[in-house]
């Protein structure tokens, strides 16, 4: 028992001589109280005498780390001070670089034959729409300030072939939408997505042969498309198919048969991306074999993007679009710095539902952080964005007075 005692007694003791030292008893200012909202003396003289411990003084000493003016208080000697241009609320918009409207938006419409809505389980707030709910859609969005729609639909797999011709069929599900569109809202702008994927029972964007993608067979299939969209309607046509001389082909074949005024905004550099998944359950258009990655940008390449924005370019594109966007914001400032022609980029569905997924988890801030992304296009270069949270936005956008 007495070795006991003294052990337990030793490691108090121990202990003791280890733990920190009480606090010496001290009057502190109201100034760290907390909450407090007392005025701060600018010369901060005798602000450290009560703290019980020493403090260094910045300007103390031959070489002082911060001076001190004409009335005493301490002064950075900086002449330069770029938080001047931050000061309050409206010198910071009167200064804003990039501002991020409602017309700078495209906004994605899946569609579908049926005559209800069906939601997107991997896109929380998108739906397939119906007819009537896509008009409804698109006059809600058009008063927030919208004015740009593209459509993506849904085939029933019945009509999926590997030559997709159902693409091209004037009465099929994209044609039928953009005479409705146009027919009650002649002002909306109207794009269409010129692929074969969703009508492909390869779930490819071109014609498939023995595993292979067929280049310059797709492309004849692709301009059927087009110029059918325009027939309907269409006043831009957006391939996304990434088949080499495509934008050639389709604006030779716009221009043989009138369509002089309907534009191509062509997906000049569209990544073979693993951000793509919730798009395609909406589409139900996963490929059916192997990836996209033999027609598909390598997402490990930059100076790739210029070539094919040159091309485009050359080929009578009339905008540039880049896909996804924010992992690669780089690519929209190379396609900016080289090209005088607008710029797009598509914040794609696995960026929207990494969004939604954080903000339903309480981890974001979903009007601040989409907000912020927005205008990170902007900044990168964009002109133009499509977005899922396009009609959100810019009721975010009229609530805040920014437009």
Not at 45 to 66: H, K, Q
Not at 229 to 258: F, N
């Amino acid at each position: 028992m007495k070795v006991s005692a003294a052990i337990v007694a030793a490691t108090a003791a121990t202990a003791a001589a280890f733990a920190p030292a009480a606090p010496a008893a001290v009057s502190k200012s109201a100034l760290f109280g907390a909450g407090n909202t007392d005025p701060v003396d600018p010369t901060m003289n005798g602000i450290d005498d009560n703290l019980g411990y020493p403090a260094f003084d910045p300007t103390a000493g031959d070489s002082p780390a911060v001076a001190r003016n004409n009335h005493g208080g301490v002064w950075v000697k900086q002449r330069a001070r770029p938080r001047r241009n931050r000061k309050s609320a409206g010198v910071r918009a009167m200064v804003r670089e990039n501002i991020v409207t409602p017309a700078n938006f495209i906004y994605p419409l899946f569609i579908h034959d049926e005559d209800h809505n069906t939601d997107i389980v991997s896109m929380p707030g998108c739906q397939r729409h119906s007819a009537a709910s896509m008009l409804k859609e698109v006059g809600e969005a058009l008063d927030l300030g919208v004015k740009a729609f593209v459509l993506f639909p849904k085939v029933d797999d019945a009509l999926k072939t590997n030559l997709a011709c159902e693409a091209y069929n004037p009465e099929g599900i994209v044609h039928r939408s953009i005479r409705m569109i146009k027919e009650k809202y002649p002002e909306a702008i109207v794009c269409t997505d010129v692929a074969l994927d969703p009508y492909s029972d390869q779930g490819h964007d071109g014609v498939v042969e023995d595993g292979v993608i067929l280049n310059d067979i797709t492309v004849n299939q692709l301009c059927k498309q087009a110029v059918s969209q325009a027939r309907a309607g269409a006043d831009i046509v957006a391939p996304s198919d990434m088949q080499d001389g495509r934008v050639k082909a389709i604006r030779d074949a716009l221009d043989s048969e009138g369509f002089t005024n309907v534009s191509i905004l062509s997906y000049t550099a569209k990544y073979a991306s693993a951000y793509y998944g919730p798009f395609r359950d909406a589409l139900d258009s996963h490929p059916g074999f192997g990836d996209k990655k033999t027609y598909q940008q390598d997402p490990a390449n930059g100076r790739e993007a210029l070539i094919e924005a040159a091309l485009d370019a050359e080929e009578g594109a009339d905008m540039l679009m880049v896909k996804p966007g924010m992992p690669y914001l780089d690519i929209i400032r190379r396609l900016k710095d080289a090209s005088d022609l607008p710029i797009a980029a598509y914040h794609v569905s696995g960026e929207y539902a990494m969004l939604k997924a954080a903000v339903e988890r309480g981890w974001l801030d979903e009007k601040d952080v989409v907000l912020e992304t927005l205008t990170c296009f902007k900044r990168a270069g964009a002109d133009i964005i499509l977005t899922y949270y396009a009609k959100q936005a810019a009721q975010w956008m009229k609530e805040d007075g920014l437009y």
